[in-house]
């Protein structure tokens, strides 16, 4: 079985994703006023093709570091195994290590979250929005949009605590991503 790792280095992504025929794309749905709304890496053939809309990768990276992502993949050949997540301090501290030894150096933390504007409106967010924050998956996903049918309005991190699979910690990490309006 393989492992994933994980990389912030923008020419590991671009190298790895164009090496199988992909490119960078965003949810069309998920965009609004310039900006691009939720990040994809979309492949030739895949099922959701109407969903997704072509990027370039300045925008796809430039969103890339406001968010504050990294990118968790599977180096094998043939694996189109990927996923956006939300970026640790030993992302940080390789990223690090890696510009010391003649890497491009990266924006320090405060410097991408400056300027980050756009956040998930938590109570209207679609699947594709909610997968994009940090610790929600697929499942959690439908979680919370079933919480949503049957209580209403989430209000703030301790309605989330009532989702199954989702802990307090995990909880304080989703609401600094999201407007509870």
């Known amino acids: ?7 912030i280095d923008h020419d590991e992504i671009r190298r790895w994703v164009e090496s199988r025929g992909g490119h960078p794309a965003h949810v069309k749905r998920t965009a609004s006023d310039g900006d691009p709304g939720v990040l994809r890496i979309d492949f030739p053939g895949f099922s959701g093709e109407e969903t997704l809309e072509p990027i370039d990768w300045d925008t796809w990276f430039r969103k890339f570091e406001e968010r504050q992502l990294a990118f968790l993949y599977q180096d094998e050949p043939e694996s189109r195994f990927n996923k956006l997540v ?13 510009a ?3 890497a491009r150096a990266r924006p320090s933390t405060s410097a991408r979250w400056a300027s980050k ?4 409106t938590i109570n209207n967010a679609t699947r594709e929005e909610l997968e994009s924050l ?18 209403g309005r989430i209000r703030g991190p301790e309605d989330l ?15 600094s991503e999201v407007s509870f309006d």
Do not use: C, Y
Request: aromatic share 4%; no cysteine; net charge positive.
């Open 1 to 7: 079985m393989s492992t994933a790792k994980r990389t």
């Open 86 to 98: 939300h970026r640790t301090d030993e992302d940080e501290a390789e990223a690090g290590a890696a």
């Open 100 to 102: 010391g030894a003649g």
């Open 117 to 120: 504007t756009t956040r998930v």
């Open 134 to 151: 940090w610790g929600i998956g697929p499942q959690n996903a439908r979680r919370i949009i079933d919480f949503r049918r049957r209580k």
């Open 161 to 175: 605590t009532e989702i199954n699979g989702i802990d307090g910690k995990t909880a304080k990490l989703i609401a």
